[in-house]
T-cell receptor, first 116, second 115 residues
Framework: GAVVSQHPSWVICKSGTSVKIECRSL??????MFWYRQFPKQSLMLMAT?????????EQGVEKDKFLINHASLTLSTLTVTSAHPEDSSFYIC????????????FGPGTRLTVL | AQSVTQLDSQVPVFEEAPVELRCNYS??????LFWYVQYPNQGLQLLLK??????LVKGINGFEAEFNKSQTSFHLRKPSVHISDTAEYFC?????????????FGKGTKLTVNP
């Protein structure tokens, strides 16, 4: 149980285009989903927290207009990188947290974004 | 604010040797503690977690960790490692709080198991 999927697993796009990444909880309802960014050989940096049906909460320094997050259902959250540039190339990982007291997060396999 | 320190960025060991990956945290409130493993180009997999109760926590793949409140540590151990344990290991902490609380990660420790 507690499986989280991401799609696509990798994507290459041209500078200036927008890219959408999907995060799905396959066997549980996720009231909260998190989006992380990981640069090579570094730790995960939390970008934003999204709760179903409400606006995402962005971490300091993360541009909300550039990284659009939608959490329209209890099993799906999307991250759209708008007008992508080479510096947006990174590994994006989502996690999902079911209702409950333990704050456990289940992580997706990640999406490798390369902007040319 | 919470923070997590993983003292070793890289730990090389030989196969079948024991290993300890160190993690210290700072927090003024009660916390939950986690260890995750990340294989290349993959997401994170939970190894084990401390929520409450026994301070010795056993996880998957033969790993265990001990919560030491007085030393604010949560070191990860395995008595005999395999080549397949080569990966990046992350320690994380979250506050004890109802609902979902964000995780704060350490910078990671790269474990390399050599034959």
């Amino acid at each position: 149980g507690a499986v989280v999927s991401q799609h696509p697993s990798w994507v290459i796009c041209k500078s200036g285009t927008s890219v959408k990444i999907e995060c799905r909880s396959l066997d549980f309802q996720a009231t909260t989903m998190f989006w992380y960014r990981q640069f090579p050989k570094q730790s995960l940096m939390l970008m934003a927290t999204s709760n179903e049906g409400s606006k995402a909460t962005y971490e300091q320094g993360v541009e909300k207009d550039k990284f659009l997050i939608n959490h329209a259902s209890l099993t799906l959250s999307t991250l759209t990188v708008t007008s992508a540039h080479p510096e947006d190339s990174s590994f994006y990982i989502c996690s999902a947290s079911p209702p409950g007291p333990y704050n456990e997060q289940f992580f997706g396999p990640g999406t490798r974004l390369t902007v040319l | 604010a919470q923070s997590v320190t993983q003292l070793d960025s890289q730990v090389p060991v030989f196969e079948e040797a024991p290993v300890e990956l160190r993690c210290n945290y700072s927090s003024s409130v009660s916390v939950y503690l986690f260890w995750y493993v990340q294989y290349p180009n993959q997401g994170l997999q939970l190894l084990l977690k401390y929520l409450s109760g026994s301070t010795l926590v056993k996880g998957i793949n033969g790993f265990e960790a001990e919560f030491n409140k007085s030393q604010t540590s949560f070191h990860l151990r395995k008595p005999s490692v395999h080549i397949s344990d080569t990966a990046e290991y992350f320690c994380a902490v979250s506050k004890v709080q109802g609902g979902s609380e964000k995780l704060v990660f350490g910078k990671g420790t790269k474990l390399t198991v050599n034959p």
